[in-house]
């Protein structure tokens, strides 16, 4: 059984955005362990030995993977048990009236004395990194601004009718089992550049949607999911990785509506006024090469970012007694049991 990736966040021209809350089952068999500790303590190793045994078993698993360093794990899923890394930026803390959460916190393992001499060097580190953030969500936004312009554009020059049948369309397809919305990334900005997991998007039944790059598919997939709401209908939406507020793809259990192409499925395009888009052309054509430069930009500051975390994982990894954090991820794993 082929395991699901995605991202719980993106980097975007709005900061870092995630949906972690989302992924918490609501379900009275829920289990959700919170690991907590600082860079280099053992959170990802923790979850991905939980999902290995997980697939050892024959169970589907879901891993989302970390934004600014796509080797490692935000979260790993496997039905309505969710183990998730709760620090900064996507910290959660337990609810009182669930009874179903376990707290890890893997920093409890960490030599103090051994971390103060490096005391120093661990804030440079950190300030150096969150300076690279910083420029990268501002070439972001740069490229967030020229994808605007083009979308302003097509939003013209789209044919209306077409449009709302396709909508019409499209909400007919879109059938599922009863649940709850969800939010997540397909796609998202790394210091890797662009990555997306399509296979995790495609199901039974989809539907690809081939349209021109700065079109919103936001129009098109947005109310099919307040459609699915209303009807009581469980879905994921797959956001939009630069911005992070707009739909790019919606799944139910059986049927997805996707913004790409995949071999072997049925493939959707409207039509437009092809007067105005070369009136345009010229704006269009920077609009796409401005976009993909600052993207480049932002995933080289990320990969700056990436390095200063990584010496920073090394300090803190020198210092964590490893009898201690076997103990820890003993008893997590019991409780995952």
Known sequence: MMAQRYFPGSNTCRGFVGFFQDLLP?????RILLIKGGPGCGKSTLMRAAAERWEAQGRPVEYYLCASDPDSLDAVVCGDTVVLDATLPHALEPELTRVTEQVIDLSECLDEAQLRPHRAQAQQLSLECRRYFARAHRYL????AALRDSMAIYADAVDQGALCNLRMELARFLQGESGHGQRLFAQAITPQGVLQFA????????????????????????????????RGVGYRAAMHPLEGKRMAHLCTDHCAVVGFVAEGYPVRTLPFDQALLNRHRSALDFNRAA???LLRQAADSLQEAKARHDQLERLYGDAVH?????????????YLE
């Open 322 to 334: 490893s009898d201690a954090r076997q103990a820890l991820c003993e008893q997590a794993m019991k």
């Open 291 to 293: 976009h993909d430069l």
């Open 199 to 230: 296979d995790s998007l495609l199901r039974e039944q989809t539907v690809c949607l081939d349209l021109p790059f700065g079109f919103d598919t936001d129009c098109l997939i947005y109310p099919l999911a307040v459609g699915l709401y209303a």
């Open 141 to 144: 936004a740069g490229a967030e």
């Open 26 to 30: 609501r379900t009275e068999q829920a």
